[in-house]
C-alpha cells in the first residue's frame, strides 16, 4: 500500500515512520523542505498510484481547508481523503459535501497519542463509508496500538463521527487533568503535613483505583520538576473542549466536570496557580505543547 500524507510535524512526522516501519509506503508533503519527500503537493499527487489515498494532518481550520480544497483540484473520482487533524465535525459535512462532488471519497480520522505514538500507537476513531474503511484498514492496523484491534480502533460512524468521538474524548481530557492538578495542588498545599508530593503520585500508578497513563506522564513531569517551578501555570485548549460543552448544551445534556475544567483554563491565563502548572505540564508531556518558562 502507498499513501500520501500532508502534514510532517510533531505527529505526521512520527506516523510516517510509523507506517513505513510497518512496511507502507508513505510520500510525505510539507511546506518545510527539510521534511517533505517531494517539492509540491502537485508531486505527492503524481507519486501516487490509483486510487489514491491522502492523509492530512495539518492543523484545524483554515490550514486543513485549504489543503481540501488544494486536493479537491488535484485529486480524481476514486480517490480518498482522510483528515486525521483536530477538526470540528461539522468541518467534515462541508469537506465530504465538497470532495463528493468529483467522487472523491473522504474519512474523518479521530487521532490520539501525541507524541507517544510512535511507540505507542494511536487510537483511532473514525467515521465514513464502511466499504473505504475497510480498504484502507491496514493503514489504521499500522498506527493503532499492538493487541486487540476494537481496543485502539473504532469505525464510529458515518462522515463526522470519527471527529466528534475524538471531541467527546478531548474533552474528558480536560476533566481527568483537571482532577489531577487540583489535587496537585491541594497536597503541595499542606507541605507542613505531607512532605513527598510526586512521591505520592507515584505510588499511586500500581494497584489505585486513579491509575492511568495521564498520572504516568504527571509522574514523569514532577520527575523532571518536582515542584514545577520552573514553568507557568498558563493553558492554552485547542477548542475541542469548548465544541464538546457547545454540543451539550445543544442536546440538553450536563457536563458540569468537563465545563468546570475548560473555565479553569480561562482562569490560568489571568493569574498562576500551582493547579495550572501541573495542567499545562501534562499538555506538554503527551503533546508536546508549548510551556512559558517561569521568570523565576
Known amino acids: 500500500m502507498h499513501i500520501g500524507l500532508v502534514g510532517l510535524g510533531r505527529m505526521g512526522g512520527n506516523m510516517r515512520t510509523r507506517l513505513r516501519a510497518a512496511g507502507?509506503?508513505?510520500?510525505?508533503?510539507?511546506?518545510?523542505?527539510?521534511?517533505?519527500?517531494?517539492?509540491?503537493?502537485d508531486d505527492m499527487v503524481a507519486a501516487l498510484p490509483s486510487p489514491r489515498t491522502v492523509w492530512v494532518m495539518v492543523p484545524a481550520g483554515k490550514i486543513t481547508d485549504t489543503v481540501i480544497d488544494d486536493l479537491h483540484d488535484r485529486l480524481e473520482q476514486g480517490d480518498l481523503v482522510i483528515d486525521g487533524g483536530n477538526s470540528k465535525f461539522t468541518d467534515d459535512f462541508r469537506h465530504d459535501a465538497l470532495l463528493e462532488?468529483?467522487?472523491?471519497?473522504?474519512?474523518?480520522?479521530?487521532?490520539?497519542?501525541?507524541?507517544?505514538?510512535?511507540?505507542?500507537?494511536?487510537?483511532?476513531?473514525?467515521?465514513?463509508?464502511?466499504?473505504?474503511?475497510?480498504r484502507v484498514m491496514p493503514i489504521f492496523d499500522a498506527l493503532r496500538p499492538e493487541g486487540p484491534r476494537d481496543e485502539g480502533f473504532v469505525?464510529?460512524?458515518?462522515?463526522?463521527?470519527?471527529?466528534?468521538?475524538?471531541?467527546?474524548?478531548?474533552?474528558?481530557?480536560?476533566?481527568?487533568?483537571?482532577?489531577y492538578a487540583e489535587?496537585?495542588?491541594l497536597l503541595e498545599k499542606r507541605s507542613d503535613l505531607l512532605k513527598d508530593v510526586p512521591g505520592t503520585f507515584k505510588a499511586w500508578q500500581r494497584g489505585t483505583v486513579v491509575r492511568s497513563w495521564l498520572l504516568e506522564l504527571l509522574v514523569r513531569?514532577?520527575?523532571d520538576d518536582d515542584d514545577l517551578s520552573e514553568i507557568e501555570g498558563y493553558v492554552e485548549d485547542s477548542g475541542e473542549g469548548r465544541w464538546t460543552i457547545e454540543e451539550a448544551i445543544m442536546n440538553a445534556v450536563p457536563v458540569p466536570t468537563i465545563s468546570a475544567s475548560i473555565?479553569?483554563?480561562f482562569v490560568s491565563r489571568q493569574e498562576d496557580s500551582p493547579a495550572m502548572k501541573a495542567v499545562a505540564a501534562l499538555r506538554h508531556q503527551f503533546g508536546g505543547h508549548a510551556v512559558k518558562k517561569s521568570d523565576d
Do not use: C
Not at 166 to 177: F, R, T
Open 24 to 41: 507502507i509506503e508513505v510520500t510525505g508533503y510539507d511546506p518545510n523542505p527539510e521534511v517533505s519527500d517531494v517539492a509540491s503537493l
Open 101 to 134: 462532488k468529483k467522487g472523491i471519497d473522504y474519512i474523518d480520522a479521530g487521532v490520539s497519542g501525541g507524541v507517544w505514538g510512535l511507540d505507542n500507537g494511536y487510537g483511532l476513531m473514525v467515521g465514513g463509508p464502511a466499504e473505504q474503511v475497510e
Open 155 to 179: 469505525h464510529a460512524g458515518e462522515v463526522g463521527a470519527g471527529h466528534y468521538a475524538k471531541m467527546v474524548h478531548n474533552g474528558i481530557e480536560y476533566a481527568l487533568m483537571q482532577a
Open 183 to 185: 489535587g496537585f495542588e
Open 221 to 223: 513531569a514532577l520527575d
Open 263 to 265: 473555565f479553569a483554563r
